[in-house]
Structures are given as structure tokens and as C-alpha cells.
């Protein structure tokens, strides 16, 4: 099983974890600076390389900025630049149909991907979701995503 442990971004308001073809981020970062973005998006790419898994389906939950229409294009062309396999299920954790509404703005630049939008506490069924298009431990990953909640303090 492969399990990258947690790590933080964007003054440790963004947590990145992948644990088998599964990849997770949790932000409640008020403001993602195009140099925040910049890194986030490159550790990602070098913790790829470094287990020598590319994730398959992610999740991700954005409680306050979420990536602009520059900080999406930067991810696109990285994606293409490096020949990074496009995911083929993402599932976004949320409560706010604005971010319901960027969530489609991802699907401009990752078409061949499946989007879905899950209630903020609906990990359950946003994990067997992504379960079927890629194999992950499930019970792992529902106990990560608990603990980045608690790191990050969303459940206080």
C-alpha cells in the first residue's frame, strides 16, 4: 500500500496526502497565491515521482479561496508538459454552490475526467465513488481525511 503521509501547504493551511491511486487535499486557506499554487502544484508532481504512482481519482475540499482561472490554466499546461495521465474521477466535498459552480470550471481543463460534488461530511459515498474508478483503501483513507479535518481544525 502506498501512503505518502500528510503534508502542508500554503502556511500549513492546505493538506496533501495520496494513499494508493487516491489523492486528497484539504484547504481552508483563505487565499491561494499564485506562488502557493506553484508549489503545491510542483510537491505534488515530485511526490509523484518520488513513490512512482501517479494517482488516478482525487478528492478535495476548498472551505475558503479556491484556485483562479490563471492558477487552472498553469495546472493544465503543467499536466500536459509532463505527460501526467488525466485523473479519471475527481470528487469535490462541499456545502457552497460556488465552489459546486468552480468545480465545473475544472472539467473545462481536465474533460476526459468524471466530476462529482459530495455533501462536506458524505466521505462514505464520496469514497466508494471513487473506489470504482480506481482501487484504494478505503477504511485508510476515511480515517486520513478524519485526521486532516482535525490538523486543520474543521472539527472542533
Known amino acids: 500500500m ?5 503534508h502542508m501547504y500554503f502556511g500549513g ?11 486528497m487535499s484539504l484547504c481552508v486557506a483563505q487565499d491561494l497565491s499564485d506562488e502557493g499554487w506553484d508549489e503545491y502544484v510542483m510537491a505534488g508532481y515530485h511526490i509523484t515521482k518520488k513513490y512512482g504512482m501517479a494517482p488516478k481519482v482525487s478528492m478535495a ?3 475558503g479561496g479556491f484556485p483562479s ?10 499536466l500536459k508538459t509532463h505527460g501526467i495521465p488525466p485523473l479519471v474521477r475527481v470528487a469535490v466535498l462541499t456545502d457552497n454552490a460556488l465552489i459546486r459552480g468552480a468545480m465545473t470550471a ?3 481543463i481536465m474533460p476526459r475526467t468524471t466530476m462529482r460534488a459530495f455533501e462536506v461530511l458524505d466521505v462514505g459515498s464520496c469514497l466508494k465513488w471513487l473506489h470504482v474508478g480506481a482501487p484504494f483503501d478505503q477504511k485508510t483513507a ?9 490538523v486543520l ?4
Open 61 to 63: 475540499m476548498f472551505t
Open 13 to 23: 493551511a492546505c493538506y496533501f496526502r495520496q494513499v494508493d491511486a487516491l489523492a
Open 2 to 6: 502506498l501512503d505518502t503521509g500528510g
Open 69 to 78: 482561472a490563471v492558477q487552472r490554466g498553469k495546472l493544465a499546461t503543467h
Open 106 to 108: 475544472f472539467g473545462w
Open 142 to 150: 476515511s480515517f486520513v481525511w478524519a485526521d486532516a479535518r482535525r
Open 153 to 156: 481544525g474543521l472539527d472542533e
